[in-house]
């Protein structure tokens, strides 16, 4: 065999080789993120909370009772229709919350989390639709069209840059993908802030986030109150939805319990 056929021989192979091993690393990668982003399937061992039904929201969720609650059980949020995909959602319309009234009606999950593998979608129908995920009901992912600042689209309120590149737009379906670890205490006292890594519509987005504080006052969560939202307790919460009288709508929440050990949030 003469050196240039050789050479083109070696050539070949090694093309072929980094093809077969391109391919592998896509089929790898797209196993990997079948658990994220829009439609992703629950992991193994999470509990799916909202499937866009009213049976599903009864089953899992109650009012968050906080000192501007104004509505009672049964939950208000409206029965919906996915305008995309077709069937079931739950709207976060609930008329106690006109006008921008957080607190008023908002929901959260009956079970309570301390570290969780959080999956949310939802859809903002019109300009400016506002809601948010709340981590143990304290800590805000933000839901707000339009808004572009540390307190818009899907920033770690007043924590982190708004990724708002990641966002699909009005009327398309968007994707929470959540990992949170919960603040450490020893004796009674704070020795570690919370954590949290997140993935919007399948790109990461934030990578281990340090949250400093419950933000937003009494109206917003747990411990809103205490201290300025410094005094952060040890007390468990659910994983809370907003209503902020805006038609934003949700149908596929799952969540997984976890324990991190160590400091780290990122997958």
């Not at 908002?106 to 639709?129: M, S």
């Not at 020893?186 to 919370?194: N, Q, R, S, T, Y």
């Amino acid at each position: 065999m003469t050196p240039i056929r050789s050479l083109f021989l070696l050539s070949s192979l090694f093309l072929a080789a980094c093809s077969q091993s391109e391919k592998a690393e896509h089929s790898s990668s797209s196993a990997s993120n079948s658990h994220i982003g829009v439609g992703a399937e629950p992991i193994d061992g999470a509990a799916v909370l909202l499937d866009g039904t009213r049976a599903s929201l009864d089953a899992n969720w109650e009012y968050w009772e906080g000192p501007r609650f104004n509505s009672k059980m049964p939950i208000k949020w409206l029965d919906a229709e996915d305008p995309v995909d077709g069937g079931p959602a739950i709207s976060a319309n609930d008329a106690a919350a006109a006008g921008g009234k957080y607190g008023a009606a908002d929901i959260t999950t009956k079970n309570k989390y301390g570290d969780k593998r959080v999956h949310v979608e939802f859809l903002i129908t019109t300009e400016g639709g506002n809601s948010g995920v709340y981590l143990q009901n304290r800590y805000e992912i933000q839901i707000l069209d339009g808004d572009k600042t540390k307190h818009g689209m899907a920033a770690v309120i007043n924590e982190s840059d708004s990724p708002y590149h990641a966002y699909n737009g009005i009327g398309q379906w968007n994707a929470y993908d959540i990992q949170f670890r919960a603040a450490r205490f020893k004796e009674g006292e704070l020795v570690e802030k919370p954590i949290v890594t997140v993935y919007f519509n399948g790109e990461k987005v934030h990578t281990n986030v340090q949250i400093n504080k419950v933000w937003g006052g009494p109206n917003s969560g747990l411990d809103g109150g205490n201290d300025n939202g410094f005094g952060i307790t040890d007390r468990p919460g659910g994983l809370k939805l907003q209503a902020e009288g805006h038609d934003v709508r949700y149908r596929k929440v799952w969540i997984k319990e976890m324990n991190f050990e160590d400091a780290d949030t990122d997958f």
